[in-house]
């Protein structure tokens, strides 16, 4: 069981940057993919970006490729997503993931663990 915990959230303006971090419990942070995942009210919940297990391997959805950077620092048991040049469609609320048999994935469904999310708003 892996328990994962989101922080960094906030109240931005656009153009800004945050930088948002998930904290996971346990010893067995790096046999683990981790993905971030985000959702605007009234819409699913849709992929922003995702890490492999011991990090080589890093990829983005398009909506964010070239401002948000994700990374993990497993001797911390933490991934971070760094998001800059905010925009107001950027508003939603921010999850982590962790999939244990995946290496890559930009499913939900291939996720075991969740976290219970950040709230990230944008202002124009």
């Known amino acids: 069981q892996v328990q994962l915990v989101e922080s960094g959230g906030g109240l931005v303006q656009a153009g800004g940057s945050l930088r948002l971090s998930c904290a996971a419990s346990?010893?067995?942070?790096?046999?683990?993919?981790m993905g971030w995942f985000r959702q605007a009210p009234g819409k699913e919940r849709e992929f922003v970006g995702g890490?492999?297990?011991?990090?080589?391997?890093?990829y983005y959805a398009d909506s964010v490729k070239g401002r948000f950077t994700i990374s993990r620092d497993n001797a911390k048991n933490t991934v971070y997503l760094q998001m800059n040049s905010l925009k107001p469609e950027d508003t939603a609320v921010y999850y982590c993931a962790a999939g244990r048999v995946i290496n890559r994935s930009s499913r939900s469904d291939d996720y075991d663990y969740w976290g219970q999310g950040t709230q990230v708003t944008v202002s124009s």
């Open positions: 346990g010893r067995t942070f790096s046999t683990y993919a």
């Open positions: 890490i492999s297990k011991i990090g080589g391997r890093i």
